[in-house]
């Protein structure tokens, strides 16, 4: 996570942004106030944190102590329901997630990224679910799997498979439209994420993106 924002920040894309400070701890820590205090001392704007699970938890618990409360950005290796659950106590004012498309269906105009994003969670709503993350990592890329099944026989060799879907384009997802063909294997790019902020009245989040990470334009 920090490679991937110092690859952009060394960019020079983003003229308006200064990183004052980097502080690291280790997965098992219970307790991060020496590195809060750090944070306090440069007097920073927001804070980008790279981890996942219990670590998160540590991070935003140390910031609430520390009576901290900056807007923070984080992964969406940390959306899910069972987990941010646990943090409702001590959650910022202001936390932002990089988010899979999925959680855009309240955004998303009508269409077929729209059609599929319903069936999804028509699915697992059906049984009793609210999807997260961790439902959808699996959806988009068993029904890809599925279509190229379809027209290359379930005895294609894995060759086979990998043939068809390396030549995938315009199959709709959940998390947008993918197409295979620039050979990263990836189907979707920026275009697949969302910034969703949490609400914590809801105890949820919402969408506080367009696509892309683009200004979120609101109706008047």
Known sequence: GEGRFMEAYNSGKYPSITIVDREYFAPGDVS?????AKIEAVK?????????GSATGTALRSFKDAGLDLPVITN???LLHAQLDQYTGFM??????????FVA???SGSGPVRDAQLEFYRAFNAQGIDPDVGNNLAWDATLVVIDALRHVGT??????????????HGFAG?????????????????TGLVIARWNPAKKTWGTASAVGGKPLVQAR
Do not use: C, W
Not at 32 to 36: F, H, N, R, T
Not at 95 to 100: D, G, I, L
Not at 155 to 168: F, G, R, S, V
């Open 32 to 36: 991060i106030a020496a590195q809060v």
């Open 44 to 52: 920073a704007d927001a804070i980008f944190l790279t981890t996942v």
């Open 76 to 78: 969406f290796g940390n």
């Open 92 to 101: 910022p004012s202001q936390m932002y997630f990089a988010a899979p498309r």
């Open 105 to 107: 269906r309240d955004i």
């Open 155 to 168: 005895n294609a060799t894995p060759k086979q498979l990998l043939d068809y879907i390396e030549q995938l």
């Open 174 to 190: 959940t998390d947008g439209i993918f197409d295979y063909r620039d050979g990263s294997q990836r189907g979707v790019g920026l």
